[in-house]
């Protein structure tokens, strides 16, 4: 099938093939039609499938006709996140190149004014988290009563993130008769209940989540101990050719502690967790899509959905506690046709975590390779160096982590509670005393990315402990 088989309009063709793409991906060619034809539509998709584009296409062409009105925006894309909902706003922009729409993005984090500036102009699309659009229509700046294309993005995470209640409010402040859109990675009960309540005779379709038939993800685990886990994660991010790394851990607190100790051992690494500013999110992100930081550790909030392209490697420092996390993470990398990598550090408390995973995902996540490929020089060197990590450092992150803990993100609700669990996965006995290492430089000839790259390290031989 081909774009302009789907009956969008000259302009966002056009629109279209400047972005590069070829062809409709299959949530797209299914979508698109039924949108157009101003149908409910329930979507089961997640990202990296290419769902943004398959609302935001329609909704273009339908927006294209009409008339803007001071406080009443026309359309509005409920995003769980700050970081999709500013992603949407770029597709908006990117597809939208070729008509005169104004778009408005209320997200947290950022000043008002100049989104009640936008709102008081009129908007024909306003992308929204819950919490800011909320605070705004209490306040009197917004009237919600002139839309009528609603689309609820990422449902299960708003789910997650506590916001069903939130979204409840907002849809009977819309006027009943309108078009609403719901997309969701799962489906859960209270998923089906809110879209039973409102959404009208929908159109369900559903496309085959990326993560279980991406063939491009090469997915793998590392059974450790729970004190080893640094210097494993040292390990393979000096082995096994890692460009560019995307970390998860659970906690926004370990977060924090594991990019602090990347650095002190030379890595290039930068953090991002929903106890940071949104200016400061932005900046971390930013050097890390332009390169200046070629590995990012976060936790599942902030980083859920971001679209970066060519991240050559995604880590699970901590196996997450929710299996759908793990799709979401690995989707992370892979994307957009490219070879990707997925390694999870397993220790015998995740076990339970991963066999959840491996449930969900039908399939049995193999042990990472080691000693697949002839060894290589450097590598065994680095795990000597890495023997010595820091305890004294460990120990003043602990005191400081009383007062980081105290919740500030508006927008974390998931997050927290899990953040704020004791803190149990924190090594004990990590020995100390050195320098700072600095990353080595590559000896030798360059390996592709991703490819195994070293020997198995001797500190893995001898089961947990
Ligand atoms: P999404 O699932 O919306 O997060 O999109 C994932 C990625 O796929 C984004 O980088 C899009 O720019 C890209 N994309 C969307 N539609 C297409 C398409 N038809 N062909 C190729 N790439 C696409």
Known sequence: MKFADLGLSDELLSAVQDAGYEEPTPIQAEAIPQVQMMRDLIAIAQTGTGKTASFVLPMIDILAHGRRRALMPRSLILEPTRELAMQVAENFEKYGKNHDLKMALLIGGVQMGDQVKALNEGVDVLIATPGRLMDLFERGKILLNGCDLLVIDEADRMLDMGFI????FICEKLPSQRQTLLFSATMPPPIKKLADKFLSNPKQIEVARAA?????????????????????????????????????????????????????????????????????????????????????????????????????HVFNYDTPWHPDDYVHRIGRTGRAGAKGRAITLVTPEDREALENVEKLTKFKVPEFPWGEVAPKAGGGQAVEEQREEKPREEKKSRSRRKKDDAPKAEEAPREEVRESKPKADKPRSEKSGRKPRKKSEPKEEPVPAGEWNGPKPSFLGVGFD
């Open 165 to 168: 209640p939130d979204i409840e």
């Open 212 to 312: 279980t038939t991406n063939e491009n993800i090469a997915q793998f685990k590392v059974e450790i101990s729970p004190r080893k886990k640094k210097q494993a994660l040292k390990y393979l991010l000096e082995v096994d050719n890692v460009q560019t790394a995307i970390i998860f851990a659970n906690r926004k607190t370990t977060v924090r502690d594991l990019n602090k100790d990347l650095q002190k051992s030379g890595f290039k690494s930068g953090e991002i967790h929903g106890d940071m500013d949104q200016a400061s999110r932005i900046a971390e992100l930013d050097l890390f899509k332009k390169g200046e930081v070629n590995i990012l550790v976060a936790s599942d909030v902030a980083a859920r959905g971001l679209d970066i392209k060519g991240v050559s």
